[in-house]
């Protein structure tokens, strides 16, 4: 049973959880120009998956976080390797049409967007990954490593 | 240019999406992913063979990633130096994965392949970067696989070497930083060329000689140099085979090629201060590192104390500073990774036929494995330095330039150290394969997987041909001893012609301005390398 079913904290997560996901979106679509960008946005993901596990223990990740990072590393290196078969150098931007969307503000899309993507889902699956290993530990006792007799 | 770009990134490239693919594929049965491991180093082999084709051709290759001029972005690097290194790290990464099919990866639950290939990223890209803190981050990618990959197995021991490993070189990453710091400090910039330019017109020598040495401590500690190595003799022996093959060829040369790089491009104006620490701290080496060895019985112990007393001789080289003896210890450093990993592979195989590399207990496989005894005498005596073998150019080289430098103690102590090493070697040959086994094997000899004798076989090849046609592969390290002893060439292809001052001609701006319109008018650019300055009468390789 987890140590974490107080009256405060499930009905708090429950509202948490989703507009986490959505400032973590956020955070990674304005991140170009202004504060923001994949890793932080990658955290705070990792933060409301945590979150969701630690109320309800039963709803780990379906998807396999290490598979999610290596998903993440290959679209990084896709987007830095892009301009290098376009005839430019690697990791130059390569841009496409910009538009503005509501709360967010403009979006340009490009390589650079790319990156910054694969950014977001290795620091999510890494991050989350290691979370919810020592949350497993902590919620199974075995906080300090047991002795061999 | 962007044919250069990609021969310079796909060293990088193909490492990473290997990194990707195989955390993708963590599901997959491990030999799967093993046959792509090797798939991968293959391509790797081809693409780092091509730009060493491509870098005796055209000679220094630049990328600047980004399209970033030079002291703003990154600037990845290739000389004939770097070029060499990579095609070296390919080969070692290949005969370890092919070695690795064989040996078993059970113990790294699915880990050992994404890890090993971001291990060959980070060592790649140590060798590649032409910028000071790029160097850092590499060696912390380095660092972290390697640190997991020795922790991973898990038992006691393994945990131990771990902990030791990852401290000592934390302490050599803090260094290195603060390094670093001091570095940007007072110059602005972390670029090696622009460092160059900027070290060689400042006024205070005093803080250059601080970072200087800053440097010379982190990249002591990674190398495995006197005060430093205790982390190296305690942490190789745990890892299993595959791995301890690819670390004892790779991570110190890492640290040494560092040390040349630094002190070769950045700090040409502090030679004699860079000599005169180095060549007592690479005698010392030497000495500590052999009589390391003489007490120990357990083969891979024997072998990590030897990487040490062998690092001596490259930094002897490097401290005599001369083109000659820089080219030897090129020669050297290329020579050792494929004799020292083969040595770690052979010490492996004896440990699966006897199932135990303790000396004590082992004997006779001369009667049973005559191969591997064969097998194993080519590395040995290569590193002993027997003539016909790669090792004793090598050695030759060294000693003829430290007779001619007149440097008496360097050349008396490589000498009774190359002597020791043959005694140690020797030692394992008596205990492992001549004498007879000490007591009566009850269970059968474990049979050694093919995959296990093609590495093998391939790198005593490599150090055969070495000894066989001695004289092409140090042409070709007299040439990348002449590219590193003139870094000239090197600065002018990273930095843009704008941002090139000549040092000499620094304190008259007028006369510099002149220089660089001259310079411009006959477009040395840095799109177009300049000529290689250096040796004009020497044929390049084909």
Redesign the interface.
Known sequence: MSDYSTSILPPAARLLVPVLYAFSIFLLLRGHNLPGGGFIGGLVLATALVLRVMVQPDKAPRL?L??L???G??VA?IAA?VP?FL???????VWGPEFALPLVGKIKLGTVLVFDIGVFLVVTGVAAKILLVLLAQLLSGQTAPRRRS | MPADSLLIALPLIIPLFGVALLLCLRRVPERYCLGITVGLCLLLTAASAGLVAAVVQDGVLVLRSGAWPAPFGIALVADRFSAAMVLVTAVIGLAGAIYAIGHGTAKFRGFFTPLYMALLLGVNGSFLTGDLFNLYVWFEVMLMASFVLVALPGGRPQLEAAVKYLVLNFIASAFFLVGLGVTYGIAGTLNMADLAQKFATLEDPGMVLTSATLFLIAFGIKAGIFPFYFWLPSSYHVTPTPIAAVFAGLLTKVGVYALIRVSTVVYTGQQDFIQSILLPLGILTMITGVFGAASQFLIPRILSFHIISQIGYMIIGLAFFTEAAIAATVFYIIHHILVKSNLFLVGGMVGRQLGTQQLKRTGGLYKTAPIMAALFLIPAMSLGGIPPLSGFFAKFALVQEGILLGHWIAVAAALAVGLMTLYSMIKIWNEAFWKAPPVERSAPLSRIPVTMWIPVIGLAACTITFGLFPGVFFEFAQDAAAEIMNPRAYIEAVLLPAELLDPGEAAAPAAAEAARAIEAAEGIGADAPAPAESAPDQPSLP
């Open positions: 396999d290490i598979v990072a290596g998903i590393l290959m290196l390797a290098l005839g430019q150098e690697l990791f130059t931007g």
